[in-house]
Structures are given as C-alpha cells and as structure tokens.
C-alpha cells in the first residue's frame, strides 16, 4: 500500500442528466480521473426549517486533492442545487497502481 494525497468526492445530483454533465465536465477538464454514478439513493436532509426527502443520484469521484478546489467550482456551476453536497474524504492508502492511474489522469 502507498500513502496518498488522492480524495474521494461524494455529490448528490437530482437526475441523470444533470449527473451525466457534471461527470463530463470533471473528466473533460482532468479534474477527475473517474467518476461513479450511483443508482436511485433515498435522501432525508434538513432544508428550511423543514425535514425533506427526495429521490437523488450520487456521484462518488476520484481525485488528487489538489483539484478540490476546481472540482468544487465545476460541480457549482453545473448544479441546480442551491447548496449542493460536495464532500471530501482523503483516502488514506490504496493499491500503488490505482493510485498512480488517478495520477495519470487527474493528478
């Protein structure tokens, strides 16, 4: 195992279209090396003093973290959500040759 400084970026989208644009563009500007498109998730979130719940998809990104910042605007600017989810988690460790194709392609 190798020590990273590679993320994995979850963000929730409301439809496939949209998800299919943000994926696009992330890949097109080498912002990330590979993104997964989660089928239909049930969400439950606080939104306006009111509890809401909605059918979403989640897209689940591979990263370096040095494109957090880039990744974050694009996700923005595509996304209908007023405050849309975009979380980071570090991955801690990974297999040397997974991690180096993230290199490759978004590092």
Known sequence: M???KKIMVFVTVPDRKTA???VRALLAKKLAAC???SKSIDSFYWWKNKI???KELLLT???AKGNFAGL???VKSLHPYE???IIAVDI???SKEYLEWIDEYAG
Do not use: D, F, L, R
């Open 52 to 54: 809401e719940n909605s």
């Open 83 to 85: 405050v849309p989810e």
């Open 92 to 94: 801690s460790c990974g």
């Open 2 to 4: 190798k020590k990273t």
């Open 61 to 63: 990104i591979k990263t």
């Open 72 to 74: 974050e605007k694009c």
């Open 35 to 37: 993104a997964s498109i």
């Open 20 to 22: 299919n644009k943000i």
